[in-house]
């Protein structure tokens, strides 16, 4: 790589040759690496964000927890038993609901308790679909390009990719069931071959 054309032509042509072969195959494992690199930092990037959502998500969560109790200990307050305003199951029925149509609605208040407890246990998981989006084509055309293989027996991520390509051509925000994940060999590498389009 360092040598000049002067110096590569005093080189015997079938050396030349091997030499320029070799060069060749250095420059694309470097670029294979520095793709997968930036990949892995991109997804890397990715993930934060969604974290960072989550953060964010939780605070605001907080507060619509604290919104939830307060109308929650309202209802049960017109709903029990022990109180003598609750005598009459009929009135203390109505007081319950105004309590509920009075912190938003059944409606509003059913979404927030989905939004809470959409997020459970730190799943920030639905949240990276939203940050990768602008780079979805860009994933699936890297991993058309640079061929995956298995360090393992488990294959379930190449499966999972392989599922995910077969399907790249959707839309929708779901795609069908990935089948049985199995222990096939490993994976073809995706380069193309010398010859062959």
Same mark, same amino acid.
């Given at each position: 790589? %360092?040598? +000049?054309?002067?110096?590569?032509?005093?080189?015997?042509?079938? /050396?030349?040759?091997?030499?320029?072969?070799?060069?060749?195959?250095?420059?694309?494992?470097?670029?294979?690496?520095?793709?997968?690199?930036?990949?892995? /930092?991109?997804?890397?990037?990715?993930? /934060?964000?969604?974290?960072?959502?989550?953060?964010?998500?939780?605070?605001?969560?907080?507060?619509?927890?604290?919104?939830?109790?307060?109308?929650?200990?309202?209802?049960?307050?017109?709903?029990?038993?022990?109180?003598?305003?609750?005598?009459?199951?009929?009135?203390?029925?109505? =007081?319950?609901?105004?309590?509920?149509?009075?912190?938003?609605?059944?409606?509003?208040?059913?979404?927030?308790?989905? %939004?809470?407890? %959409?997020?459970?246990?730190?799943?920030?998981?639905?949240?990276?679909?939203?940050?990768?989006?602008?780079?979805?084509?860009?994933?699936?055309?890297?991993?058309?390009?640079?061929?995956?293989?298995?360090?393992?027996?488990?294959?379930?991520?190449? +499966?999972?990719?392989?599922?995910?390509?077969?399907?790249?051509?959707?839309? =929708?925000?779901?795609?069908?069931?990935?089948?049985?994940?199995?222990?096939?060999?490993?994976?073809?590498?995706?380069?193309?071959?010398?010859? /062959?389009?």
């Amino acid at each position: 790589m %360092a040598a +000049d054309a002067d110096m590569m032509r005093k080189v015997a042509s079938l /050396k030349r040759i091997a030499l320029l072969a070799c060069m060749v195959h250095v420059a694309r494992t470097r670029a294979r690496d520095d793709l997968a690199e930036m990949f892995c /930092k991109r997804m890397a990037s990715v993930t /934060k964000l969604a974290k960072a959502e989550l953060a964010e998500l939780r605070e605001r969560e907080a507060e619509i927890s604290e919104r939830l109790i307060i109308s929650y200990r309202s209802v049960l307050g017109c709903l029990d038993p022990r109180s003598s305003e609750t005598a009459d199951a009929a009135a203390a029925l109505r =007081r319950a609901r105004r309590v509920v149509e009075d912190a938003g609605g059944f409606d509003a208040q059913l979404a927030e308790i989905e %939004a809470v407890s %959409a997020h459970h246990a730190n799943n920030y998981m639905p949240l990276v679909e939203k940050h990768r989006r602008r780079d979805r084509a860009t994933m699936f055309a890297f991993t058309s390009v640079v061929g995956l293989e298995a360090t393992s027996a488990d294959r379930s991520v190449l +499966d999972a990719v392989e599922h995910a390509v077969a399907h790249a051509h959707l839309t =929708r925000s779901m795609v069908p069931t990935a089948p049985e994940l199995s222990l096939r060999g490993p994976a073809r590498t995706a380069w193309p071959v010398p010859g /062959k389009p």
